[in-house]
């Protein structure tokens, strides 16, 4: 699970970081906030990204889901990106964790 997580973060650092001329042009924010605030998320998700062997990494980019989807409210055409984002992040835990159950029960029927 962390490894896809992880995979999910740092695809999701690079969209972030393209975000910001979006919300500069659509938006009509300044480049100072733009990048403060996308830069700032895209900079968030690079460490988490490294951070995912830690539990309260995992719970950290929890939050950054949530954050990036709350940049869809300033910016209306980045909550797509948010919606799809938060999906794979989803998705990744949902599938990380049957692929560790089931390396799990391959150890056990192993070890009997």
């Known amino acids: 699970m962390r490894t896809v997580c ?3 973060l740092a695809f999701e650092a690079v969209v972030l970081g393209l975000a910001v001329p979006v ?6 924010h300044t480049p100072g906030l733009a990048g403060a605030v996308w830069g700032g998320l895209a900079l968030a998700a690079l460490v988490l990204a490294a951070l995912q062997r830690f539990t309260w990494g995992f719970y950290a980019a929890c939050v950054l889901q949530a954050a990036f989807l709350a940049s869809g409210l300033v910016v209306p055409g980045l909550a797509y990106l948010g919606i799809v984002f938060v999906g794979l992040w989803i998705a990744g835990v949902v ?6 159950a089931m390396q799990a029960a391959s150890r056990d029927a192993g070890e009997a």
Not at 95 to 100: I, K
């Open 6 to 8: 992880a995979v999910v």
């Open 23 to 28: 919300a500069i042009q659509l938006g009509g």
């Open 95 to 100: 599938l990380g964790r049957r692929v560790e």
